[in-house]
C-alpha cells in the first residue's frame, strides 16, 4: 500500500513536471516575495550581511567537523576552498585598506577556517581526497574575473589598484562554488554535511543578495551612484543575483530531501 502524499511532495512533484520557463517564473517569484518579507521583518539591512557572513561560517564548521569526526574529505572540492580563500584574502585586503569594520573582522575569522580546510586537504586527508572529481578548471573562472575586473571596477576616490582587486574580489566569489557543484555533478550522491556546507553557502548568498537589493531600495538608488558611475552599481547587482541562482537549484533539491527523510542527497542529472 502506497503512502500517502505530504503536501510537501504534491509541491514538488507538480513543480518538477513543469517546463524550464516555468520554473524560472516560480523561482523568481519566490525569491522577490523572500524579499518583500524580509523588507518588513528585518529593520536594520545590513544585519543581512552580518547574517550571510554567519551562515557562511557555521558552513564552514560543518565542514570542519566532517573533517575531524568522520577523517574524510570525499565529496569536497579542494578548488572550490582555494577560490574562495582567493576571495577571502583579497577582500580582506580590500576592507584593510578601504573601509576596516566588523566586515574585516569576519572575513578574517572565515579565511583562517577555509585555510585549515584546504590544509586538511592537502595533507592529513589527501588519501580520501577525490581528485579525479575535482576536475574543475579553475583558470576558467580566475582568468576572466581577473580580465572583468580591469575594465569594470569602482569609480571612488581609492588606488586604482584597490578598486581593481574590490572588483576582482566580488566577480570570483559569484562563481567560486562551480568546482563544487562539478563535483556533485561527477558523484550525482551527496553526503550530509557536504549538502549541509553546500545549502548554507546557497543561504548566505540570497541573504548577500537581499542585503544588497534591499539597500538599493532604502536609499531610492542612491547607494548605486555611491557606489560609483559606468557599469560596476549594476554589475555588483548582477554577481550578488548570479551566485544566488547558480546555488538555487541545489537548494530545491536539498529542501526536498531533508522533508522526505533522506539523510544522502541524490541528484537528478543535469541538476548541478
Known amino acids: 500500500m502506497r503512502a500517502p502524499k505530504t503536501p510537501i511532495n504534491t509541491v514538488s512533484t507538480w513543480v518538477r513536471r513543469q517546463p524550464p520557463k516555468v520554473k524560472g517564473f ?3 517569484v519566490t525569491g522577490m516575495a523572500t524579499l518583500v518579507l524580509l523588507r518588513f521583518v528585518v529593520h536594520d539591512h545590513d544585519n543581512l550581511f552580518v547574517a550571510a557572513e554567519a551562515v557562511h561560517s557555521g558552513g564552514i564548521s560543518v565542514l570542519i567537523y566532517k573533517l575531524m569526526k568522520e577523517k574524510t574529505c570525499a565529496g ?14 583579497v577582500r580582506l585586503y580590500c576592507s584593510v585598506v578601504m573601509e576596516y569594520d566588523i566586515h574585516t573582522l569576519l572575513d578574517l575569522a572565515t579565511l583562517v ?25 579553475i583558470y576558467y573562472v580566475v582568468a576572466p574575473c581577473a580580465l572583468l575586473a580591469l575594465f569594470i571596477h569602482p569609480s571612488t576616490s581609492h588606488h586604482l589598484l584597490n578598486r581593481i582587486s574590490w572588483a576582482f574580489c566580488v566577480y570570483l566569489e559569484a562563481v567560486s ?11 550525482k550522491i551527496v553526503e550530509p554535511f557536504t549538502a549541509h556546507y553546500v545549502f548554507a553557502l546557497g543561504v548566505a548568498r540570497f541573504l548577500s543578495c537581499a542585503h544588497w537589493v534591499l539597500q538599493v531600495l532604502d536609499t531610492r538608488g542612491h547607494l548605486l551612484v555611491a557606489l560609483g558611475y559606468g557599469l560596476w552599481p549594476s554589475m555588483v547587482l548582477i554577481s550578488e543575483i548570479v551566485q544566488t541562482f547558480i546555488l538555487a537549484d541545489f537548494c530545491y533539491y536539498y529542501v526536498k530531501s531533508v522533508f522526505g527523510g533522506q539523510l544522502v542527497l541524490r541528484l537528478p542529472s543535469g541538476v548541478v
Not at 569536497?76 to 584574502?89: H, I, N, P
Not at 586537504?121 to 580520501?128: E, P, Q, Y
Open 26 to 28: 516560480l523561482a523568481v
Open 76 to 89: 569536497l572540492s579542494l578548488k572550490s576552498q582555494e577560490l574562495t580563500a582567493m576571495f577571502l584574502a
Open 113 to 137: 577556517t577555509t585555510l585549515w580546510v584546504i590544509y586538511m586537504i592537502r595533507f592529513n586527508l589527501k588519501t580520501s581526497y577525490m581528485e579525479d572529481k575535482d576536475n574543475f578548471a
Open 177 to 187: 562554488v562551480l568546482p563544487q557543484l562539478r563535483v556533485m555533478q561527477n558523484t
